[in-house]
Structure formats: structure tokens, C-alpha cells
Nanobody, 121 residues
Framework: QVQLVESGGGSVQAGGSLRLSCAAS????????MGWFRQAPGKEREGVAR???????TYADSVKGRFTISKDNAKNTLYLQMNSLKPEDTAMYYC???????????????WGQGTQVTVSS
């Protein structure tokens, strides 16, 4: 059984930092493409940061230069370091895993339950 469990969310003031973690069981991060997504109330879910099939990272324009995605394959843990937080970063943050097949990331198959990030002005 696959489980992704996020942690590290909370309430911070604008300009503050948070570090999200996503611990996985049942899969190996070395064989999956991992990513962070977020969804604010009344808005669609959006991709925040992700690893592609060759391990490179991509970021949403809105978080470039402020957020950093990383992972520790030995610990099967994914991280999202969030600095210079803004009120518009307020959302539920989810980690997700996509199987890698023939060298390409497939659709995200497994999702965590989410961790809430609230940034006040």
C-alpha cells in the first residue's frame, strides 16, 4: 500500500519560511517522478515544483527563486523549502508521485492528504 504523508505546514507572516516534507511508503523515490502541488480555496490545483524524468527541477513562475524542491532517496522523503512567503502562497500543499516508464514520467498516480500553509500579511 502506497502512502504519501506531508508535514511541515503552518501559519507564518509574509516574508517567513516553511519547509514541507513528504514521507513515502510503498514506493521508492528513485523510481518515481515527484512533485509538489497546491490548491487554494476556489482555485484549481496547480503545480508548484517537480522533478522530471531525469531529475531536473521545474518551478511555477510564481515561486521561482523562492521555493526549492529536493529529495532524499535514502530516506524516501521529498522536501519543499519555501522562503519569502507571500499571502498568495496560502493553500493546501500536496505531494504526488508519478511512475516513471520508458524514461518518462507518467500521470501522477499517488497523492498525499495535504498540509495547510497560511501566510498572513
Amino acid at each position: 500500500q502506497v502512502q504519501l504523508v506531508e508535514s511541515g505546514g503552518g501559519s507564518v507572516q509574509a516574508g517567513g519560511s516553511l519547509r514541507l516534507s513528504c514521507a513515502a511508503s510503498g514506493i521508492s523515490y528513485s523510481t518515481y517522478c515527484m512533485g509538489w502541488f497546491r490548491q487554494a480555496p476556489g482555485k484549481e490545483r496547480e503545480g508548484v515544483a517537480r522533478f522530471n524524468s531525469v531529475g531536473s527541477t521545474t518551478y511555477a513562475d510564481s515561486v521561482k527563486g523562492r521555493f526549492t524542491i529536493s529529495k532524499d532517496n535514502a530516506k524516501n522523503t521529498l522536501y519543499l523549502q519555501m522562503n519569502s512567503l507571500k499571502p498568495e502562497d496560502t493553500a493546501m500543499y500536496y505531494c504526488a508521485a508519478a511512475p516513471r516508464y520508458l524514461g518518462m514520467c507518467q500521470a501522477y498516480q499517488y497523492w498525499g492528504q495535504g498540509t495547510q500553509v497560511t501566510v498572513s500579511s
